[in-house]
T-cell receptor, first 115, second 120 residues
Framework: GQQLNQSPQSMFIQEGEDVSMNCTSSSIFNTWLWYKQDPGEGPVLLIALYKAGELTSNGRLTAQFGITRKDSFLNISASIPSDVGIYFCAGHSNAGGTSYGKLTFGQGTILTVHP | DVKVTQSSRYLVKRTGEKVFLECVQDMDHENMFWYRQDPGLGLRLIYFSYDVKMKEKGDIPEGYSVSREKKERFSLILESASTNQTSMYLC???????????????????FGAGSRLTVL
């Protein structure tokens, strides 16, 4: 089946540092999504990417849909303590044998920010 | 605000018990999902439902069943709980399959806060 490799698995950074994480796959995706899960909560969508090469920002967050459609990255600039949480990438493709396609999640990146 | 409510945040059950996890959404969404979240494995789809009484298997349906008798409610059932089903279970809903609206709009897959199940 389709798999996404998300890295790094965890990050420990100081407040104010920039953060970068990425997802790669051997399969092509039509849509890339980035979610954040705060402690004790469900994931919440941060950014959605729909076209190869697309670069989208949401405040201090920037994400890109790779040209090959097999990867995506998320950058967080000037991190703050509330950035703590688990970040997930997800890719959607038309695979899976249904009209709904298939949404595959990465393993998650656990971000810890030290004040 | 869209709300997906999972009534049980923490459950402890014994091996062999039947377990019901309930999920209710208040936005009249057609599609509802059950995911399992495990460290290092991300989110894996167990089942989803695209309409009342309709269901489709996800990637890991073994050992689980679901029920969707009303549009707003989607239940996950563990017929005979086992220790390897200890996990965080996340319910989600959306007006479109997986919450994807193509290039015309934002993704609206909305998750509940999760139900942490421990099977002893």
């Amino acid at each position: 089946g389709q798999q996404l490799n998300q890295s790094p698995q965890s990050m420990f950074i100081q407040e104010g540092e920039d953060v970068s994480m990425n997802c790669t796959s051997s399969s092509i995706f039509n849509t890339w999504l980035w979610y954040k899960q705060d402690p004790g909560e469900g994931p919440v969508l941060l950014i959605a990417l729909y076209k190869a090469g697309e670069l989208t920002s949401n405040g201090r967050l920037t994400a890109q849909f790779g040209i090959t459609r097999k990867d995506s990255f998320l950058n967080i600039s000037a991190s703050i303590p509330s950035d703590v949480g688990i970040y997930f990438c997800a890719g959607h493709s038309n695979a899976g044998g249904t009209s709904y396609g298939k949404l595959t999640f990465g393993q998650g990146t656990i971000l810890t920010v030290h004040p | 605000d869209v709300k997906v409510t999972q009534s049980s945040r923490y459950l402890v059950k014994r091996t062999g018990e039947k377990v019901f996890l309930e999920c209710v959404q208040d936005m009249d969404h057609e599609n509802m999902f059950w995911y399992r979240q495990d460290p290092g494995l991300g989110l894996r789809l167990i089942y989803f439902s695209y309409d009342v009484k309709m269901k489709e298997k996800g990637d890991i349906p073994e050992g689980y069943s679901v029920s969707r008798e009303k549009k707003e409610r989607f239940s996950l059932i563990l017929e005979s709980a086992s220790t390897n089903q200890t996990s965080m279970y996340l319910c989600a809903s959306s007006p479109t399959p997986y919450g994807l609206a193509g290039t015309s709009g934002a993704n609206v897959l909305t998750f509940g806060a999760g139900s942490r199940l421990t099977v002893l």
